[in-house]
């Protein structure tokens, strides 16, 4: 096998893993749009976490919001609270990292905003203990997850919603992850400011 035939190799594994993707996760795409244009209507804001890869995804999905994602239209209001060091270090020090996001979700979460917690696994501790955060601030959670969803899907609540990529492997999760977050920016753009 050459380089080249690998490569082709991983573009067919990702096609495959948004192909079986597509077959089962729309509806829980247009129903995480639904609950974020319903905030942000209501004056809410999204805040996003995760960690490594699925930080940067918090963090991509955070920027779209907060500048823009293929039009021009006003910010909308999003945080990624993987972003200020100072605060994560100091909790992470101070406390636990297992804390890192609940504290910030305790400060910042207000009844009405929505949590997008990004996860492959399902069972890194942090972001288990932000579910619960948001939970407690009456903070609605839309959980990007994979695999079998892992510890997060016991602790979300009825009018949460899981967008659980079907595979197994992290990367390939990571793949459908973006597609994911871009198709949450297109539906939050095409309901507040109307379809291009």
Sequence with gaps: ??????VLELFDASIEAKTQARDVIPSAIVAAGEAMVQSLLNNGKILTCGNGGS??????????????????????????LST???TLTSIANDYSYNEIFSKQIRALGLPGDVLLAVTTSGN????LQAVQAAHDREVRVVALTGKDGGDVTNLLHADDVEIRVPSNSTARIQEVHLLCIHALCDLIDGQLFGIE
Excluded: C
């Design 1 to 6: 096998m050459t380089l080249e035939d690998r």
């Design 55 to 80: 930080a940067g995804d918090a963090q991509h999905f955070s920027s779209e919001m907060l500048n823009r994602f293929e039009r021009e239209r006003p910010a909308l209001p999003a945080i990624a």
């Design 84 to 86: 200020d060091t100072s």
């Design 124 to 127: 890194s501790s942090n972001i």
